[in-house]
């Protein structure tokens, strides 16, 4: 039986995208604004998974397909960020930290916008390992983000 080694940062995106903790508060209920984040969100997951099964060996490593993934993902990754702002009917699992460390949460935004273009640039060069640094750095700024904004499901 052959084993592979999947590295630890990707071993976290996969755990992060699956499940992401929080503090332990419990979610509310979602708003319209809520609701439109959250799609937008799940919008940019069908590339990012799409690069995974590549980074992880469970799909053939397709260089074309691999640099639109990442060009789309890079685009799609802009909107959630237009959609922060407290929605009065609820705002699911966003925690209200959000709202009142702002300083701490765009520098997590930030972190994830240089992440992302850092991975789109990988992508656009076509060399894996490199590619595989930032996949994994994109996902620790997931996963760095939902620990300290995100609660639990």
């Avoid at 592979?4 to 419990?26: D, M, Q």
């Avoid at 319209?32 to 998974?49: C, G, L, N, V």
Wanted: with cysteine; charged share 25%.
């Amino acid at each position: 039986m052959k084993t592979r080694f999947i590295p630890v940062a990707l071993a976290a995106v996969v755990l992060t995208l699956s499940a992401c903790g929080g503090s332990g508060a419990p979610s509310q209920p979602k708003g319209p604004i809520s609701e439109d984040r959250t799609a937008a969100f799940k919008s940019m997951m069908p590339e990012f998974t799409r690069m995974g099964k590549m980074v992880k060996d469970e799909e053939p490593y397709d260089v074309e397909k691999f640099k639109q993934a990442a060009a789309t993902f890079a685009e799609n990754s802009k909107k959630p960020f237009t959609l922060f702002e407290s929605d009065p009917q609820g705002n699911g699992r966003a925690l209200p930290a959000i709202w009142t460390d702002t300083a701490t949460f765009k520098a997590e935004e930030e972190k994830f916008v240089a992440a992302v273009e850092k991975l789109n640039a990988a992508a656009q060069t076509g060399k894996l390992e490199e590619i595989k640094a930032a996949y994994g750095e994109t996902g620790a700024t997931c996963k760095s983000c939902h620990d300290t904004f995100r609660g639990p499901e």
